[in-house]
């Protein structure tokens, strides 16, 4: 029996791609691409409109115990990624995970599964930069940050901050996802939600004191005989200093 070539329009949530993937194999449906609710492009494809079922997307998430603990972490970890059509990669790997099962981990020279890796390697050295890029600022008694990843690594870096500061208030937004970790002490107390024109507002007096401190630290110990431009754009890429203090030199307007 043939499987219908369709196009799925959904929610954006990683949910809504699960129940997705489970209407897919229930209907033996061949999603060939994926819409979101902002996306006006029009298909020549059969479009179908899949609601969010958290308990389809329950049932397909613990398919994954079948790829082994590399491919579920490939998949579970792709659709955080910058992928271009993200969610068509994705499904593929998934048909595949289910055919090779464990195996599906080490098919290093299958083209899905070499697409899905890299960009999963993306996402956790962009993730892994940030735990070192990220700069906070006290305001009104919590920590703020600021950044502006191609993926979505607020997910990879909640352990880590979070673990880092746990008596702490704070949070961390997103610009390119429009969303933010939100955390305060306590058990379970932290939150990544959609956020809509999020301003940092303007810093005290202390807070200025404290970046113009940080500044001068960080002027005062570079050797100007040993500077290396290219070395520093190597460790320390021109994406990530437009939110970190020692590259901004007028924070009030900045701020505003």
């Not at 955080?80 to 464990?102: H, M």
């Amino acid at each position: 029996m043939s499987w219908t070539q369709v196009c799925y329009r959904y929610d954006g949530t990683y949910s809504g791609f699960l129940s997705c993937v489970f209407h897919s194999y229930v209907d033996r449906e061949e999603p060939v691409e994926f819409r979101t609710p902002e996306d006006m492009c029009v298909s020549l494809y059969p479009l179908r409109t899949v609601e969010t079922d958290e308990d389809h997307a329950k049932r397909v998430y613990r398919s994954f115990a079948k790829f082994g603990r590399e491919g579920q972490r490939l998949a579970v970890r792709c659709f955080l990624t910058s992928l271009p059509e993200r969610e068509l990669w994705l499904w593929r790997f998934l048909r595949l995970g289910y055919d090779l099962g464990p195996k599906i981990g080490l098919a290093l020279t299958d083209p899905t599964v070499d697409k899905v890796r890299k960009a999963v390697q993306h996402l956790e050295h962009e993730a892994h930069q940030y735990t070192g890029f990220v700069r906070f600022s006290e305001l009104d008694g919590a920590l703020v940050g600021e950044i502006q990843p191609k993926d979505r690594v607020l997910p990879l870096l909640r352990p880590h901050f979070c673990s880092r500061y746990p008596q702490e208030r704070f949070v961390l937004h997103d610009r390119t996802h429009g969303e933010a970790l939100f955390h305060r002490p306590g058990p379970q107390g932290w939150a990544i939600l959609p956020v809509e024109d999020f301003r940092m507002g303007p810093a005290g007096a202390e807070e200025l004191a404290y970046r113009t401190l940080w500044r001068t630290f960080y002027d005062t110990i570079a050797i100007e005989g040993r500077r290396n431009p290219k070395c520093r754009m190597t460790n320390m890429p021109k994406h990530y200093w437009a939110m970190m203090t020692e590259f901004q030199k007028d924070w009030d307007t900045a701020l505003l």
